[in-house]
């Protein structure tokens, strides 16, 4: 079945560095992927997207390549702020099963704190 | 605009109570889905609604989880007789489409503890 593996956590980040959270995935077939997050008291949010291999989604200076080929979507952010501190998901949807709908698989989550 | 909206926002049930969560998805979003989310994990997939038919509810946990979505646009997620091992966060997603490249808008949970 689906699968989303994320980079154990939690991750720690003074601002204004580098950011990587890895995500890989199994799934059947052509998957969109996802990266979801979650600020603190609020709900999840879509940060960006990928429907197909080699697209990169990006939105608020993150990034995320979709890899068929190593089968990941790492997120990245070349200067992260305190104000990214939030839960991550990597999620993705197969449409495998018959499912031709968008059910999603979401990896654990990774939480990252940014000190200023 | 109106995003997805969840109700109540906090529910705390004694064990063997019923219990109902309200979702209202975004206005003319076709795909309704619900989510569970254990504290520290992922939301896991319950049930999808396409319109008022459900197709998938092959995330449900047990018979005492019962959803449905009559008019195809409120949804009401139902727990019988509940246990402490259904405390969790209960979300729900609509989408515009159907299909598997489509976002979806989350609400904020429900949050459920079952003492």
């Known amino acids: 079945g689906d699968s989303v593996t994320q980079m154990e956590g939690p991750v720690t980040l003074s601002e204004e560095a580098f950011l990587t959270i890895n995500c890989t995935y199994t799934a059947t077939g052509y998957p969109s992927l996802f990266w979801y997050v979650q600020y603190p008291g609020e709900g999840l949010q879509l940060l960006l997207k990928?429907?197909?291999?080699?697209d990169k989604g990006s939105n608020k200076g993150f990034e995320a390549t979709y890899r068929k080929e190593t089968t990941s979507f790492h997120l990245e952010k070349g200067s992260v702020q305190v104000s990214d501190s939030a839960v991550y998901f990597c999620?993705?949807?197969?449409?495998?099963?018959?499912?031709?709908?968008?059910?999603?698989?979401f990896g654990q989550g990774t939480i990252l704190t940014v000190h200023p | 605009g109106a995003g997805v909206s969840q109700s109540p926002r906090y529910k705390v049930a004694k064990r063997g109570q019923d219990v109902a969560l309200r979702c209202d998805p975004i206005s003319g979003h076709v795909s309704l889905f619900w989510y569970q989310q254990a504290l520290g994990q992922g939301p896991e997939f319950l049930t999808y609604?396409?319109?008022?038919?459900?197709?998938?509810k092959s995330g449900l946990p047990s018979d005492r989880f019962f959803a449905e979505r009559p008019e195809g646009s409120v949804s009401t997620l139902k727990i019988q007789r509940t246990q402490q091992e259904d405390s969790a966060v209960y979300l729900c997603?609509?989408?515009?489409?159907?299909?598997?490249?489509?976002?979806?808008?989350f609400g904020p949970g429900t949050r459920l503890l079952v003492l």
């Open positions: 997603a609509s989408s515009l489409g159907r299909g598997k490249r489509e976002t979806q808008y």
């Open positions: 990928a429907t197909k291999a080699d």
């Open positions: 609604f396409q319109n008022e038919a459900q197709l998938d």
């Open positions: 999620a993705l949807s197969s449409g495998a099963g018959g499912t031709s709908y968008g059910k999603l698989t």
